[in-house]
């Protein structure tokens, strides 16, 4: 089945270790999405992909990159994790602009320790 | 600018009985609406979107939702509800005629079912 896939769905990482978090997806779509969420709230966009090109919300920190190599994988770099980047990671997809709606993958669970 | 509101943080409903969940937005164009759902430590489930046509939206699970433009509602709703739709129900909205085509979320509504 077409899907997005998260890797790990649970990472333990130490205070100021960079880390990276995984998505691919098999769907083709042209759109992949990072998302935030902490404690059962909203999910907040850090950044996303059109294609090639990067879009960064304002308010995403520095210490948070990202890279789209090619069409089915995207990367969430964590620079220097600090306790409080701990949270869901969310990675999803859609195929333009248009109406339709987001897939999602089942996220990762970041620890920071 | 746009927005969305789901007035309650948390709904309990006994099983078997009808469900709604609320949801108000706000956007200067023409609404694009959905409805999401999260089970625990697990990412988010389309349920049901709304762009165009008929006003009442039949989605996933059993779930509906009507589009009220007068007063610019979205509710979730369901006949019966079911303990295993105990989850996490997120709306969202973007506005159509808008380039920024990404999603504004509400703020999410826990639903307890109790058998």
């Known amino acids: 089945d077409a899907m997005v896939i998260q890797n790990p769905r649970y990472q333990v990482t130490q205070f100021g270790k960079p880390v990276t978090l995984s998505c691919s997806q098999t769907l083709n779509h042209n759109v992949m999405y990072w998302y935030q969420q902490k404690s059962s709230q909203a999910p907040k966009l850090l950044f996303h992909?059109?294609?090639?090109?990067?879009?960064n919300e304002a308010d995403t920190p520095d210490n948070f990159q990202s890279r789209r190599p090619n069409t089915s994988f995207c990367f969430l770099d964590i620079r220097s994790p600090g306790l409080g980047d701990a949270a869901m990671y969310l990675c999803a997809t859609s195929r333009d602009h248009t109406g339709d709606g987001y897939t999602f993958g089942s996220g990762t669970r970041l620890t920071v320790v | 600018a746009q927005s969305v509101a789901q007035p309650e943080d948390q709904v309990n409903v006994a099983e078997g009985n009808p469900l709604t969940v609320k949801c108000t937005y706000s956007v200067s164009g023409n609404p694009y609406l959905f409805w999401y759902v999260q089970y625990p430590n697990r990412g988010l489930q389309f349920l049901l979107k709304y762009i165009t046509g008929d006003n009442l939206v039949k989605g996933s699970y059993g779930f509906e939702a009507e589009f009220n433009k007068s007063q610019t509602s979205f509710h979730l709703k369901k006949p019966s509800a079911l303990v295993s739709d105990s989850a996490l129900y997120f709306c969202?909205?973007?506005?159509?005629?808008?380039?920024?085509?990404?999603?504004?979320w509400g703020a999410g509504t826990k639903l307890i079912i109790k058998p």
């Open positions: 992909y059109y294609d090639k090109d990067f879009n």
């Open positions: 969202a909205v973007r506005d159509g005629w808008d380039s920024n085509y990404q999603l504004i």
